[in-house]
Nanobody, 115 residues
Framework: QVQLVESGGGLVQPGGSLRLSCAAS????????MDWYRQAPGKQRELVAFIQRVGTTGYTDSVKGRFTISRDNAKNTVYLQMNSLKPEDTAVYYCSAAPAGLRSWGQGTQVSVSS
């Protein structure tokens, strides 16, 4: 059974930084594409960043140059480093993976960017 547990969210001022963590069990992060999604109030859930098995990463345009996805294979954990945060980054952030085509989600962690 795949379990994904996010942590690291919180309230931060514009321009600040946060690092989100996604601790995985029942799945090996280095053998799967791992995703970070977010969902803002009243909006659809969107893919923010991904990291593939071979280490290739990708980002939605609005976060390029500000967010960095990475993983620690020894800890079986995926991270999302978020810098230069903007109010429009406010959302619930979810870790996700789809091993064997069945998508699993974490419970989400709230990120709020406000002065």
């Amino acid at each position: 059974q795949v379990q994904l547990v996010e942590s690291g969210g919180g309230l931060v001022q514009p321009g600040g930084s946060l690092r989100l963590s996604c601790a995985a069990s029942g799945i090996t992060v280095s053998r799967n594409t791992m995703d970070w999604y977010r969902q803002a109030p009243g909006k659809q859930r969107e893919l923010v960043a991904f990291i593939q098995r071979v280490g290739t990463t990708g980002y939605t345009d609005s976060v390029k140059g500000r967010f960095t996805i990475s993983r620690d294979n020894a800890k079986n954990t995926v991270y999302l480093q978020m810098n230069s945060l903007k109010p429009e980054d406010t959302a619930v952030y979810y870790c996700s993976a789809a091993p064997a085509g069945l998508r699993s989600w974490g419970q989400g962690t709230q990120v709020s960017v406000s002065s």
